[in-house]
């Protein structure tokens, strides 16, 4: 295809590694649907290397392999660790077109493949007594022309009825080298999950509705990101697996189909050095923000089930979501002439420690007072 730009790892992920020295990565001319770039994103090379594969998966020759490989990945590990950005930043950077479908228990497979709805004017209710002459005769002529609508449907047979709207995994299918990031797989009821493996089989898929058949274009991934590993568990590596409300344990044959990236949150220096280039704030701050987290994410994953508990477990976490946003409202309070001390309690409290139990606001401040002991 035209205008695809070959690029080196380097250049498009910023990873300067001699294992990816031979690895090509397609770059596609951006669409309306291509997310925006994260700048500064981290990538790690064993995550980014599986991406590779995973996307190598539809763009190797025909016959390479004998065998059919999967091109569904499911990205799964705690909250705000950065999964979804992951597939966002993916994209970004690659050009592909990314449709989002955000996953919960009342999605049913209408809402993933598509539905039939009525395209006609329909009327607001009429306008109350207390209206305006100017919008009681904007509801008058909108009337008119629904009478005059229906009136040409009756006599000529043309005018609104009922039009099929695809859902996200019909959208996805038709469009060439775009990923379709099913967010939150493992809240999906197994049921309505495992209406999608002939999706992730990458088999044509027949529409019953419309009698349509579909063939998914070129060049399609698939990515899933989830809590747990789909059975149940957090994996052994951040929290209970009981803390993500609603995830429910998946048929063995979905989670078949994917490959695997297990992840956590970045490193204590790889966060330091992201809060210094995304949030402003110097060294010293971030340093200190850094090591409380990870503070207190020992403790957090120190409650997962696989492990047992060791030490006083919390049933919250500092996510590199939180994280950003604690220096973030520091640095905005800061700037309005907060003292920097007590900017970073607040700032900290309004990004996550109101959410907190009393008993744990006083651990999380502790560890944060013998933090800033320690570095003062
Ligand atoms: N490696 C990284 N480099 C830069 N920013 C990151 C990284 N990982 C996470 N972030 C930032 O952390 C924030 C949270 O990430 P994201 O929303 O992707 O988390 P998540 O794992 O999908 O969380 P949840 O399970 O709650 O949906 C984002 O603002 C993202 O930019
Ligand atoms: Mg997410």
Redesign the pocket.
Do not use: H, M, S, W
């Given at each position: 295809m035209d205008n695809i730009v070959k690029k080196s790892v380097a250049d498009v992920f910023g990873i300067e590694d001699p294992a990816f020295k031979n690895t090509v990565v397609k770059v596609f001319p951006a669409t309306p649907d291509t997310p925006e770039n994260?700048k500064?994103?981290?990538?790690?090379s064993d995550v980014l290397r599986r991406l590779m594969v995973w996307a190598a998966s539809v763009s190797l020759p025909a016959g390479f392999f004998g065998a059919t490989m999967k091109r569904n990945l499911m990205?799964y590990?705690?909250?705000?660790?950065?999964?979804?950005?992951?597939?966002?930043?993916f994209c970004a950077r690659t050009g592909r077109s990314l449709i989002r479908a955000q996953c919960s228990e009342d999605t049913e497979p209408s809402s993933l493949f598509g539905t039939w709805r009525l395209c006609r004017p329909i009327l607001k209710e009429d306008p109350s007594e207390e209206a305006g002459l100017i919008e009681k005769g904007v509801a008058g002529i909108a009337r008119a022309i629904e009478k005059l609508a229906i009136a040409v449907k009756k006599t000529t047979g043309v005018g609104p009825e009922m039009t099929w709207v695809d859902g996200p995994v019909l959208r996805w299918a038709r469009m060439p080298n775009s990923v379709l990031l099913l967010?939150?797989f493992d809240q999906l009821p197994p049921s309505v999950a495992m209406s999608l493996n002939a999706v992730l089989d990458g088999d044509d898929i027949l529409v019953p509705e419309t009698g349509e058949r579909v063939k998914p274009a070129p060049g399609n991934l698939l990515a899933a990101?989830?809590?747990t590993n789909g059975r149940g568990s957090a994996g052994g590596n951040g929290g209970s697996a009981s803390l993500y409300k609603g995830a429910k344990r998946q048929n063995v044959a979905t989670m078949d189909r994917f490959f695997v990236i297990h992840?956590s949150?970045?490193s204590e220096a790889?966060e330091r050095q992201?809060l210094m280039k995304?949030t402003r704030v110097n060294e010293a701050v971030s340093t200190a923000m850094a090591t409380l987290a990870s503070k207190i994410r020992t403790q957090f994953l120190g409650i997962n089930e696989d492990a047992g508990a060791a030490g006083t477990p919390l049933e919250f976490t500092i996510?590199?979501?939180n994280?950003?946003n604690w220096a973030m409202s520091y640095t905005l309070m800061v700037s309005t002439g907060m003292q920097s001390k007590l900017a970073l309690k607040e700032a900290l409290r309004m990004t996550l420690l109101d959410f907190a139990t009393p008993d744990e606001r006083k651990a999380v401040e502790d560890t944060w007072e013998s933090v800033v002991g320690a570095n003062a």
């Open positions: 994260i500064d994103f981290v990538f790690r990205i590990g705690p909250t705000g660790c950065g999964k979804t950005a992951l597939a966002q930043v967010d939150e990101t989830a809590n992840t949150y970045l790889e992201l995304q996510t590199t979501r994280l950003l």
